[in-house]
């Protein structure tokens, strides 16, 4: 249930921030708006890959 719960959090995360970053380029706003975007984008893809890392190794430890 935790692993679940993980990948959700992070997959909303990087939801938030492609829907920041393609309303900024919608918007034609300045430069900064779009990098804004990018940054829970980043956040919200190394949590995923956190938790498959994670996931991973309480499976192999499981396994053992």
Do not use: D, Q
């Not at 997959?11 to 921030?17: L, M, S």
């Not at 430069?31 to 190394?46: C, D, T, Y």
């Amino acid at each position: 249930m935790n692993s679940i719960l993980s990948f959700l959090i992070s997959a909303g995360i990087i939801a938030f921030g492609l829907w920041i970053l393609t309303y900024a380029i919608e918007a034609a706003s300045p430069v900064g708006f779009p990098l804004m975007g990018i940054l829970p984008v980043a956040i919200g893809s190394i949590s995923f890959y956190e938790a498959i890392c994670e996931t991973k190794l309480a499976h192999n430890v499981a396994r053992s």
